[in-house]
């Protein structure tokens, strides 16, 4: 039987290509997110304890209460604003899957669902899957003026029509290291009070910001919480990716509908895992001092590049690091990036990845990223290589 794909030009991601070249060219990976280096061993303590004690079988398909009242109160205490742990939280499995859950549970055929690029590579499918239109608004790329990118909020404004349903925001931003200021959350505001639209908010990385910054949370503007579907993750802040634990905030008649696509995607979400981060986020320190952590991180690797033809760019929150590369090469970022790991044996993931047409003039700005949420003797073996080139 021949089977019509509903993703037909979806194949295998940049990440899975470069991934696949470390292998093969005994390369150093800074391209994938993800930590190669352990959880703290008392998270993982609490893990086998949960498991000791029993906790092995379903557990709520909201998740486990212990944990949801933790996270309230964590969100209390950042951003001041009250989400009833019943009706307004669910665990979910990672911030995919609740960035997936909340698409699906909202957004119809014929909907248009605005998104920021560069953009994390799991909205559009989520969205098409959903039988609605992405409309993609590029945000400003760095210049000799700024060193980071921004949103063109005007862009956005103009790009609004009857049909759109949803905005979907992320800051910290992933692929770029930015992040948002009080100024883009008055435009947001200003947005939402002229057009009836929802709000997607991935704020995975709202505990890894730099330089004294605050995260800027849709949670902590009601005017934006109250339309808003709010998601984080665990596996961001507690170096356990793999592990696939996530969590979504909304108003209760968002969440309603929220959680009736969840129970059907994955039901719920493992039991020893959310009784080991509910004890464990009991401890504000848990999560208050990641900044600092991977900050550290951020400028070894930038330190670094700063002694070869690399030029870094500002990277205000997240565990990546933007590098220009136009004094090395004027290849595309694709090429540049495939030929940095077969030559010099280090795996970035070029920006123009994260845009719909990767090959266009306007997805290639000359730009890499590196992940630094890496062990420091990666990072260093990383950057000898670099600054052979």
């Not at 930590?35 to 909201?62: E, K």
């Not at 996270?71 to 951003?79: A, D, E, T, V």
């Not at 790009?159 to 925001?169: D, G, R």
């Amino acid at each position: 039987m021949q089977l019509k794909s509903k993703l037909p030009d979806i194949g295998s991601t940049i990440f899975t290509t470069m991934s696949k070249m470390a292998v093969e060219y005994n390369a150093i990976n800074l391209g994938q997110g993800f930590p190669d280096f352990n959880a703290d061993p008392d998270l993982l303590y609490l893990v086998s304890q949960a498991m000791a004690d029993g906790y092995n079988q379903y557990p709520y398909m909201t998740g486990v209460l212990e944990l949801r009242q933790i996270i309230s109160s964590k969100i209390k205490s950042l951003y001041d604003h009250d989400y009833d742990p019943d009706t307004e939280i669910t665990v979910t499995s990672g911030a995919t899957e609740a960035i997936m859950s909340a698409i699906l549970a909202t957004v119809h055929s014929g909907d248009e669902v605005i998104i920021l690029e560069p953009c994390y590579d799991c909205y559009v499918p989520a969205i098409r899957l959903a039988g609605g239109i992405p409309i993609r608004v590029p945000m400003i790329p760095p210049s000799d003026k700024q060193s980071f990118f921004t949103v063109d909020w005007d862009r956005v404004k103009m790009s609004i029509t009857n049909n759109t349903k949803m905005l979907i925001v992320n800051s910290p931003h992933n692929p770029t290291g930015s992040i948002f200021t009080d100024a883009d959350l008055d435009a947001l505001e200003r947005i939402v009070e002229a057009n009836d639209i929802l709000l997607l908010s991935d704020e995975v990385y709202e505990h890894i910001i730099f330089d004294q910054a605050q995260h800027k949370s849709l949670a902590s503007r009601p005017a934006l919480a109250n339309r808003s579907f709010v998601i984080s993750s665990f596996g961001k802040t507690t170096h356990t990716t793999g592990w696939k634990v996530g969590y979504c905030c909304a108003p209760k008649n968002m969440t309603v509908e929220l959680r009736k696509v969840h129970q059907f995607v994955v039901f719920t979400v493992p039991s020893p895992f959310q009784y080991a981060l509910a004890t464990y986020t009991k401890i504000p320190d848990t999560y208050l001092n990641l900044a600092m952590f991977y900050e550290k991180k951020r400028d070894r690797l930038r330190e670094g590049l700063n002694k070869t033809r690399f030029k870094p760019l500002e990277s205000k929150g997240t565990f990546f690091l933007l590098a220009d590369y136009s004094q090395i090469s004027n290849q595309s970022e694709s090429e540049f990036s495939i030929w940095l790991a077969q030559q010099h044996g280090v795996v970035v993931i070029p920006v123009s990845a994260f845009y719909a047409d990767p090959a266009a003039t306007n997805s290639n700005h000359n730009i890499v990223r590196f992940c630094f949420a890496k062990k420091d003797t990666t990072l260093d073996n990383a950057l000898d290589r670099l600054l052979r080139i």
